[in-house]
């Protein structure tokens, strides 16, 4: 099945800098890639997705770069503020799986102000 | 996107006591739900996923006896933790996908068994 590495598992980056998270997965049919935030207690909520027809995308201050070949993904978050404090997981599916989200371990960001 | 709903979101119980959580659909017609655990700090580990009118599928080593999973209509869905024990501890929360391959969580609902 498929697995997901996420790095790094905690980042501590100071108000206004940017934060980089990064995921590889191994099943290369994987063509659906989410990040999610989810804070204390709180269910997951979707932020940015990316297809594998799509090398980036861009929504605001978040941004997610998708390298197909090497089979990995990436969160950049700009201009952080204290609210991105919270733990992001990467994850990866394909449809042919019944669309299952597998996810990565999680980042802990805490963004200092 | 769709909107779930997951009840109860906390609750106690004794070892050895069975639990049950509903989690709704409510603007979406689920033939799939997904159920996840968590453990502190830990990232979501799928359980099963939760099929209308049919068998749940079980991921590798989840106990199909002791996490039971009917999917009743369209819009629900309900795992039941049978004989609870202080290890089953854990927030367990559902998913819905919508045909695109997003996933809409449930509230989750987070188990203490003392």
């Known amino acids: 099945g498929e697995n997901v590495e996420q790095h790094p598992s905690t980042l501590s980056v100071q108000e206004g800098d940017s934060a980089v998270i990064k995921c590889t997965y191994s099943?290369?049919?994987?063509?659906?890639f989410p990040w999610y935030k989810q804070e204390l207690g709180k269910r997951p909520q979707l932020i940015i997705d990316?297809?594998?027809?799509?090398g980036e995308k861009k929504d605001q201050r978040i941004a997610v770069t998708l390298n197909k070949t090497a089979k990995h993904f990436s969160l950049h978050i700009t201009e952080t503020q204290p609210e991105d404090s919270a733990v992001y997981f990467c994850?990866?599916?394909?449809?042919?799986?019944?669309?299952?989200?597998?996810f990565g371990g999680g980042t802990r960001v805490l963004v200092k102000p | 996107g769709a909107v779930v709903s997951q009840h109860p979101s906390r609750v106690i119980c004794k070892s050895g006591t069975s639990v049950k959580i509903e989690c709704r659909s409510l603007d979406f017609q689920a033939t799939t739900m997904f159920w996840y655990r968590q453990f502190p700090k830990k990232s979501l580990m799928l359980m099963a996923t939760s099929n209308e009118g049919s068998k749940a599928t079980y991921e590798q080593g989840v106990e199909k006896d002791k996490f039971l999973i009917n999917h009743a209509s369209l819009t629900l869905s309900t795992l039941t933790v049978t004989s609870a024990h202080p290890e089953d501890s854990s927030f367990y929360i559902c998913?819905?996908?919508?045909?695109?391959?997003?996933?809409?969580f449930g509230e989750g609902s987070r188990l203490t068994v003392l």
């Open positions: 990316i297809r594998s027809n799509v």
């Open positions: 994850a990866a599916s394909f449809k042919a799986a019944g669309n299952k989200l597998t």
């Open positions: 099943d290369s049919a994987s063509n659906y």
């Open positions: 998913s819905v996908p919508s045909g695109a391959g997003e996933l809409f």
